[in-house]
């Protein structure tokens, strides 16, 4: 796990110029929402210029720098990294802010028009609320333009409530994950189900306020959980967009960039992958609640630890840590990998690379890591006893 030849620091700047000039640009993204987003705004500027690209998606940092070592370049070839690698590469982002903002400045030095509504579910999927700080421009552009309007209601991909509450990451219900439950919920709330195109105001209102109430009233919601849900409702809808809502939007690239990377680097780019994409997002939200259901807990002083038998470990440590952790961080457990998300804004790049470290010097095979803005991912050795990844990362904490 070799560190001495990584990439300089990220400045979209210098890519900018490097993809100006390339015969060819090979785009090589962590798997998450925010790198995805940004390989999208980069590939559609190049596809604008006409300059060949390729677009691949790299789980870890070893998986990465496996793909930029392997390529072999031409002279007038430039390789952009969208996450850390320990190769000859151009760093477009910064571990302490979003890759989607380095990705949009790297367009327009580029000359180019970025697609915004892709953006605004790139920052989200990194945390961000859309508006806030560097990214105001970003939703004034898209709100003059008539791309987004803000609405009452949930932050979801899909038209039809049902769909969308059950199989979002974004939050956790007592129906969360089931579909038959989340049914019987609204059914409850006197909204015609069978046409949710045709929603008013007040039925919207209704669905976000009765969502709310079952999320923060649920036995196992934390106190946090009132403040995440916020984040969900009052969502800005996206008419001409894939996907229903920005925060919807979101959750599909998380899930995609997580479990179907090619289908997630095409509906970035702007191809046609709506349908499968969804698909790959209702199954990893079904998963993902599913394996937190039946997973088993643990509190350490700083720390909560779901163990899991199947199921995606990003996700279910991510909505952990939103509705279900006394603890600001979150470590969940699965069968040879682990991940790690926290409340907190800090980069978690620094610590998973540590404790990945930290179990090589232990004797632990077949380690690899990626970390980004509120998350980690660790990959090692099954054989691993459990006990002993917890000490070292409550000893990283």
Known sequence: MATDSRSAEPASAPAAEAIGSAG?????????????????????????RGTPFQVSVGPTVA???????????????????????????????????????????AVRGLEASPDHVLAL?????????????ESEWVLET????????????????TTDP???????????????????ATRTALEELGVDLTAPEEFDAD?????????????????EAVPAAAETVQRVLRPYATPDAPFATVG???????????????????????HDAREPALDAWREHGRRAHAALEAGSTGRYDGLFVVGIDDGPVEAVAGIAAAYRSPEATVLAVGDGEAAIATRGGEPLGATVEAVARELEEVGIEGVAYDGGRRRGYLRYDPAVDESTLIQIVRDRR
């Open 24 to 48: 060819f640009v090979h785009l090589v993204a962590r798997a998450d929402g925010d790198a995805l987003a940004a390989s999208g705004l980069l590939a559609r500027a190049l596809a604008d």
């Open 63 to 105: 998986d990465r720098t496996e793909r930029v070592r392997d390529r072999q370049a031409a002279a007038d070839d430039v390789t952009v990294a969208i996450g850390a690698v320990d190769a000859d590469a151009t760093r477009l982002d910064a571990d302490d802010r979003p890759a989607t903002l380095a990705a949009l400045e």
């Open 121 to 133: 579910a790139g920052l989200v999927a990194a945390g961000v609320e859309p508006g806030a700080g």
């Open 142 to 157: 898209a709100r003059s333009q008539g791309l987004v309007d803000r609405r009452p209601g949930v932050a979801v991909p």
């Open 162 to 180: 049902v769909d969308g509450l059950a199989h979002s990451t974004r939050l956790r219900a007592p129906w969360s994950g089931d579909l038959s």
């Open 203 to 219: 039925a919207r209102r209704t669905i976000g306020s009765a969502v709310a109430l079952d999320i923060v009233g649920d036995d």
């Open 248 to 270: 919807g939007y979101a959750d599909v690239l998380e899930a995609t960039a997580r479990t179907k990377p090619g289908t997630g680097a095409a509906l970035a780019m702007g």
